[in-house]
C-alpha cells in the first residue's frame, strides 16, 4: 500500500478499492484512517533543509583565492606585521559578509513566492463528506471531485462523468485530459493513464469518485521530487574558472616567494628584511580585491535582474546564464499563453476566415476576404458561433476589481469558443438565456462529440460538437454547401498548422434522446463550419529567440504536446529550422547515447517525455560540451531544473517543486526575460573580465618593480604597507566601481563564452603585458633618476609609491574598454567610476599629509608641484594602451571592408 508503480491503473475498479481497503460507500473510518496516516506520515513532500546564515556564511570561505589570503594573513602576523594580516582578514570578511547578505536575500524572495493557502478537498469518511486539508489524505481515502478541484493526491477513478483534468504541470499536455473508470493495458505512459489522477493537477470538468493510491514521495509528485534530490548539481563555469585560477595564484605566488627568498639569501640580505620583501611580493601576487569585487559583481548584476522580474537564488548562476549555448524550453506556459485561442474558421460555403486577437480577452475579430465579418450581418457566421457558446459547459469570467484579465472556468478549449463568439459580436449570456439546455449527451473519448439539446417541441434543435471525421460522418450535404473534399482538406490544412479542429453541426426541430446515442442523428445533422484552435505563443518570444539566435544560443523545446504540433509552433517561432527533428519519449527511449549525440544538433523538438527523460536530454547536451539552461513550471520540469547548469522556472504559474530546484526563478514568466537575463550575465562576465585585467596588470607591474631593484641591487621602491594600500584602497576604490559599468550595446550580438576559455584569455595577457611593461618603465625609471638628484630616501619612496598609484588610476580607464578609446563619448556613462577616481584622489592625499597615516604607511609630504610632474609621467601608461586601441580599431574596420566586399 502506498507504494508507486503498483500499476492500479490495470486493475479493475472494484479490485484496487479492495486491495486499498477503501469503502465507496462510507469512506474509511476516522480510526482507521488516523493509523494509516501515522503509517505513512503526512501528504507532503519533504522540503530540502535549508542552511542557516551560519552556514552560508561560511560557505563564502571555501575558495583557494581566500585559502591564499588566509596564508598570506598569517605570514604577516609571523613576522611581526599585525597591522597588514589585520586588514587582509578585513578584506576576507567584507566578502563573506556580502555574499551572506545577498544569498540571504535572496531566499526571502523565495519564501515570498511559496503559495500562502493550504489545499483542501472533499473526502468520504465515516459516512460523510468532509472538506480537509491534502495533508491528511492517506491510501484508500475516496475522494468526491468536481470541476475546480485540485487533485491532492495520486488516486484511481471509480466514477467519472464527462471529467477531465489539466495535467501540464506533471506532462506538459497543454489540453484537458478526457477520465474514465475502465481499465488500461500494463505499459501505458503517465500521459495516457486516463482512468488514474495525480498529485499537482486540477479537475477542469466533470465530477467523479476516486481512491487513493498513494501520497506524498510514493506519488508521482513525490518520484519526481526525490529524482531531483538526487540530481547533482554541477559547478558553474565561472566557479570552474576560478577554482583553477586560485591554484594558479597560489603555485605563484609560492614560486614568487621561493624566488625571493633565493635571490636576498644570495645578496645576503637580513632575515628580517627578506622575510618582509617576501611577504610584499606575496601580497603583490594575491588580488586582494578580487574576492570582494567578484560577490559584488554578481550581486550587482542579481540586483539588476531583479528589476526585470528575475529571482537569482544562487549569485554564481547569474555568470552562468552568460555562458548558456542551449535553453531548454517547456512549451506550455513558458513559450505559449497557456491561453487556446481560436485562430482560423471554415464556414459551410467553403469561406476561410482569420481570427484575431490572442488568449481569452475578446480582443480582435474576424476577417474574412479582407473585411471584418460579425454574426450580426453573416448568418452562416452566426449559426457557427450559436452552437458554438451553446454546446459548451465553460464559463469566461470579465476583468473586475480583484483582477483585470479575463478568466477561464472550464475547458480551455471551449473558454477559447466563448471568446471567439464574443469577438464575433454575440452576447453570451443573452444567448444561453435565450436558449437554456433541456437534455445532453456529454462528451465521451470514445465517439470524440458533445451534443445538447436546446428549446421544446418544434422549436427544439440538437447542437453538435466534436472531432471533425465523426461530425462529418453525422452530417447530410446540401446543394450550398463546399463539397465535402474541400472541407476535409480544410480539416487536413488546419491540422498541418498545429490547430487542433472542432466541427460543429445542429439538427433543427429534434427532440434529444439521451440514451440513443449519436447514431439518432445520421445523416439529419447540418454542417455549420470548422474551428482551428491552439495554444499561442507569448507576443514576445519570436524576438526573444531571434535575439538568441544572433547570441549564439541553441533555443529547444520540450513540449507534452505531440511531437507534429510541436514542430509546427517550433518551427513558426524559429526555435525550429527546415531540416530540424522532432523526437517524442518513446523514439527517445529506444535511441543508444550514440544515436542521441549525433543527432542532437538537428533536434529541436522533445515531445512526450517523462521527467527522467528530460534529464536525460539535459546530460547529454552537457556531455557534448554545451553549457545548458532549462526552463520550465512543471513538477515534470524539477529533476532537469536542477541538474542543468542553470534552471529557469516560472514565479506566477510554477509550481513550489521546480521553484525549488530552479536557481533563478522568473516572476513575470516572461520569455523575454531569459534573453535580459542572459544578457545581464555576459555582462557580468564582462566586467569581471576589466577587473581580472586591472587587478593583475597593478599586481604585476608591483612585482617586477621590486624585482628589478632586488636584481639590480637598488633599495625597495616600495614599502610592504604601501603595497597593502595600493591593492586595498586604491584599486579598491576603483574595482567595485569598475564592476558597475553599464553594457557595451552588443552583448547579445556576441558568442556564448566557451565553457573552457581560461579566465585570463591570449588578448588579456596581451594588453596586460603592455600595460605593465609601460607602468614599469615609467615607475622605475622615474625612481632611478629621483635616486640619482640624492633627494631623501622617505621622499623618492613616497613620491615613487604616488607614481605608481596614479599609473593605476590611469590603467583603470584603459581596462574599460578592449578597443573603445577613453575619450568616447560612452565612455563617461559611469558616474559611480568617476566618483571612485576622485575618491582614491582624495584618499592618497590622506595618505601623503596625514600625520597618523605617514607613520603606519612610511611616507612624507611631498610639494604639491610635483603632482604635475607624477601625473605627466604616469600617463604614459594611458597613450601606450590608446595607440594600440587606434591600431586595433583600424584592423577592425579593415576587416569589416574587406568581409563586406
Known sequence: MNEPDQQYY???????????????????????????????????????????????????????????????????????????????????????????????RASQSMEALRKLSELCMRVLRDGREHMMPARDLVPGDILLLAAGDAVGADARLLEAAALETAEAALTGESLPVTKHSGTLPPGTLLADRRNMIYSGTQIVAGRGRAVVTATGLASEVGAIAALTGEAAEPKTPLEQRLEQFGRYVLAASLGMLVLVLALGTARKMPFVDLLMVAISQMVSMVPEGLPVALTIALAIGMQRMARRGAIVRRLAAVETLGCTTVICADKTGTLTRNEMTATALILPDGREAEVTGAGYAPEGGILAGGREITALHDAGLRALLEVALLCNDAQLVPPDKSDPRWRALGDPTEVALLTLALKGCLDVAEARRREPRHAEIPFDAASKMMATQHGRGSAARVCIKGAPEPVLALCGWDRNAAPLGEITSGVESMANGALRVLAFAEVPEFTLDEHAGFAQFNGRAKFLGLVGQMDPPRDEVRIAVAQCRRAGIRPVMVTGDHKATGLAVALSLGIGREGDLAVDGRELEQMSEQDLWRDLPRISVFARVHPAQKLRIVEALQSCGQVVAMTGDGVNDAPALAHADVGVAMGLTGTDVAKGAAKIIITDDNFATIVHAVAEGRLVYQNLKKVLLFLFATGLDEVLLLLLALVLGYPLPLAAVQILWINLVTEGALTINLVMDGPEGDEMNRPPVPADEPIVTRMMLRRMVLMVMSSVAATFGFFLWRLSTEAPFALVQTETFTLMAVCQWFNMLNCRRETSSVFSPGMLKNRWLFGGLIAANLLQFAVIYASPLQRIFHTVSIPLADFFLIGAIASMVLWTEEIRKFFARRRQRQAKESSEG
Open 10 to 104: 490495470a486493475m479493475a475498479s472494484e479490485t484496487v478499492c479492495a486491495r486499498l481497503g477503501g469503502d465507496t460507500r462510507a469512506g474509511l473510518a476516522s480510526d482507521e484512517a488516523r493509523r494509516r496516516l501515522a503509517a505513512h506520515g503526512p501528504n507532503i513532500l519533504p522540503e530540502a533543509r535549508r542552511r542557516t546564515m551560519v552556514e552560508i556564511f561560511l560557505q563564502q570561505f571555501a575558495s583557494p583565492m581566500i585559502y591564499v589570503l588566509f596564508a598570506a594573513a598569517a605570514v604577516s602576523w609571523v613576522a611581526g606585521k599585525h597591522g597588514d594580516a589585520v586588514v587582509i582578514l578585513l578584506v576576507v570578511l567584507l566578502n563573506a559578509v556580502i555574499g551572506s547578505f545577498q544569498e540571504g
